[in-house]
């Protein structure tokens, strides 16, 4: 099926810039089409207007780009006749790839097979994930000197860091607070630098930990690698959790960081319209990302009564018009090849549907942000095995980024202590661990904004009224006249000025990482002040200026209107405009955005009608029903191997890391108390390999090469 939307590509980005590279070449079911080089099988297609990638063998349902991470097996086609993940296979010239329906059959004439020596590597520390935490741990064990070994799957280092194009929060000094994730991705990159205790390895996954103390290695996933280390830290980050509702498993239903790396890695725009599923800092974020990519947002449901994500981050899609619907849940996707409408409907005490207060929304995209679980399988397994093995960032414990960063320090001088045998880190270790605890705190008190008490002068109005970790803000002015009190990053800033020395020079607006100051200007004028606007989206100036538009409080109310007289873009900006505004000095300080257009989301308070009902699919990759899960535990089967072996459910290319939650979900729901649950055995290996990849071989390339650290 190929989608009518009249542009998959961003042309044009308020942060990034568009740079695609040479024009590549292929064919997607006989039909010529162009992609870029650097870009997916699967970005490549989506650009191409092609959402369904193949129709599953058992049910014939279309099946989509969900988790662009390699785990679920939705994007597989036929990539020259051979079955490829589409979300991990880079496009190239010429390719031949086939949309994979039902079974298939390779093809007859093989080609010759290389075969690669493995390689056997010893190693002091071995870290798994270039994340915030992988790289922070490098860093420091590169500066003392140790030989390390940094493996990581992607192919640049920085995590999901990579498609964060908001700024940051935290501690300027210590997490490089008030910076891009992108950006923060290159500092650290670049503070490893070329250090030659440290040896990277990119597009290289780790794909097993064995009984033997070894770690089995794709290095650029094509030759094996048997790595020994001495010491090794997991760092392997957090993967998105999945939900349960009918029609879960359409195209256009996306998980956040497959919707991120379409949008904010590869520049391609997956639909136009879309509807958002949680109320944490990825859906938010989300939410301002298709935002700045010019997606409309038809609603975000959460199903708490507030979202938990910080208050700055949903005021700002607030202040844009999205819709927030707490205390909702999502009911149902429907479409049959791909989403075109959600149901949403709100809860009760309970959690649980009120079925008068059904919503459905047209959309062409479902974004789930449903929360994370720590990717630790290889953790608990070398603890099983008895590895000297240490944890970092989101595998030990989910967080910020900023958290992450400060995790891998922690866990690096924690294996200094052990390979040095001494104390000597001990008191960085305690004062390091009490800083992750700031930045890991939920949002705190939502305090009431300070009124201004005399309209003169010019001053910065904060707009942040929740107690969140952060003080970039503090240390922009150069009058040194925010101040964060004592010193407590948690705290709201005050601007203190009584001798008048502010001079309006905007560098708190625009370097703001929540948008939640502006600039408020008496001087020339005190009924009608100027109010100074950050904006991260892409504005014309010469269509704005002179036009009057609704301006709104930090919360998105509008309270007026206002002309808008001056657009300042400047290149030492950091892709933040600034927009002068002249307004009444009766609602100066409360304006916190502008509306240039407004997003109205279309719903009908009917249900779809003659529509069959969509199954509600826990596990993807063998397609199994939440109804056969369910029958079976209340027959009485609590052994996740025999509902496995029963359904397939667990069997497919993620190895349960999707389904297990869903079925433990399902598990207490039914009453079954936790001891009763005999979890999935976990076994290697973590991914699909080609059984050559394994052969030990010297009639090919030589002899095994014995790579000594």
């Not at 056997?120 to 390390?148: C, D, N, R």
């Not at 994500?309 to 049959?336: C, E, M, N, W």
């Not at 003169?456 to 109005?461: D, E, F, L, N, T």
């Not at 009763?676 to 976990?682: A, N």
């Amino acid at each position: 099926m190929k989608m009518t939307e009249k542009n998959n590509r961003i042309q044009a980005h308020p942060i990034l810039t568009v740079n695609r590279g040479k024009k590549i070449h292929f064919t997607w079911a006989d039909q010529p089409c162009e992609g870029f080089e650097n870009e997916t099988i699967a970005s490549a297609l989506i650009a191409n207007g092609f959402h369904i990638f193949q129709h599953h063998h058992k049910d014939h349902s279309p099946q989509g780009l969900y988790c662009a991470n390699g785990q679920c097996s939705q994007c597989l086609v036929l990539v020259n006749g051979y079955p490829q993940k589409a979300c991990m296979e880079p496009i190239h010239e010429g390719l031949q790839i086939q949309p994979l329906d039902g079974y298939y059959t390779l093809p007859a004439n093989v080609p010759n097979v290389v075969y690669f020596p493995i390689i056997h590597k010893q190693i002091k520390v071995m870290i798994i994930g270039a994340g915030p935490a992988g790289l922070s741990a490098a860093i420091e064990l590169g500066k003392q000197g140790i030989k390390t070994l940094l493996v990581d799957d992607k192919n640049q280092p920085g995590g999901k860091l990579v498609l964060q194009t908001h700024r940051f929060f935290g501690s300027k000094e210590f997490v490089y607070a008030g910076t891009r994730g992108i950006d923060i991705a290159k500092n650290l990159s670049n503070e490893l630098g070329q250090n030659p205790s440290v040896e990277t390895w990119l597009n290289s996954p780790a794909v097993a930990v064995f009984s033997d103390h070894k770690v089995g290695v794709l290095k650029d996933n094509q030759q094996y690698a048997l790595i020994e280390p001495e010491i090794l830290i997991i760092a392997t980050g957090a993967r998105e959790k999945s939900l349960r509702f009918p029609g879960n498993t359409l195209p256009g239903i996306f998980g956040a960081g497959a919707f991120q790396t379409l949008l904010n890695r590869d520049l391609v725009i997956p639909g136009q319209t879309f509807f958002i599923v949680g109320g944490g800092n990825v859906g938010l974020i989300a939410a301002y990302h298709a935002l700045q990519a010019g997606i409309q947002i038809a609603g975000l449901a959460e199903i708490l009564p507030q979202c938990g994500g910080y208050k700055v981050h949903l005021d700002k899609i607030k202040r844009l018009s999205v819709p927030i619907y707490t205390s909702h849940t999502i009911l149902q996707a429907h479409g049959t090849e791909h989403v075109n409408l959600v149901t949403i409907a709100k809860v009760n005490d309970s959690f649980r549907p009120i079925p008068s207060s059904k919503k459905t929304i047209a959309c062409d995209g479902v974004l789930i942000a449903a929360g994370l679980n720590p990717v630790n399988e290889f953790l608990y397994q070398a603890q099983e095995f008895g590895f000297q093995v240490f944890a970092a960032g989101d595998a030990e414990e989910i967080a910020e980024a900023s958290a992450a960063i400060i995790s891998g320090r922690i866990t690096a001088k924690k294996v200094l202590s052990k390979i040095l045998n001494t104390q000597f880190f001990n008191d960085e270790i305690e004062d390091l661990l009490k800083f992750k605890q700031v930045l890991s705190s939920k949002p705190g008190e939502t305090l009431k904004s300070k009124p201004s008490l005399t309209p003169a002068g010019v001053k910065p109005i904060f707009h942040c009224v929740q107690e969140i970790p952060c003080n970039p803000c503090s240390g922009l002015c150069a009058q040194h006249l925010i101040q964060i009190p004592m010193n407590n990053i948690l705290s709201i800033p005050d601007f203190i000025d009584p001798d008048g020395k502010c001079t309006g020079c905007a560098q708190c607006v625009i370097g703001c990482p929540g948008l939640a100051i502006t600039l408020v200007d008496y001087r020339k004028d005190a009924r009608f002040p100027i109010v100074t606007l950050p904006c991260e989206l892409t504005v014309n100036k010469d269509a704005i200026i002179g036009r009057s538009f609704p301006v709104t409080d930090f919360e998105g109310r509008v309270i007026g209107i206002a002309e808008v007289i001056h657009v300042i873009q400047s290149a030492k900006m950091d892709h933040t405009s600034l927009i002068k505004l002249i307004a009444p000095v009766e609602i100066a300080e409360k304006i916190a955005g502008i509306q240039f257009e407004k997003r109205i989301a279309s719903f009908s308070e009917n249900t779809v009608q003659d529509e069959i009902k969509s199954q509600t699919m826990l596990c993807r990759c063998e397609r199994v029903s939440e109804q056969e899960i369910r029958d079976l535990i209340q027959h009485g089967v609590h052994d996740l191997n025999l509902i496995k072996a029963i359904t397939r459910a667990g069997m497919g290319a993620c190895g349960g890391k999707t389904c297990e939650s869903l079925i433990l979900q399902i598990m207490r729901e039914e009453g079954v108390s936790q001891a009763e649950v005999i979890p999935l055995s976990k076994r290697p290996l973590a991914m699909e390999i080609t059984l050559k990849t394994f052969i030990e071989t010297d009639t090919v390339l030589g002899k095994t090469e014995n790579h000594d650290s």
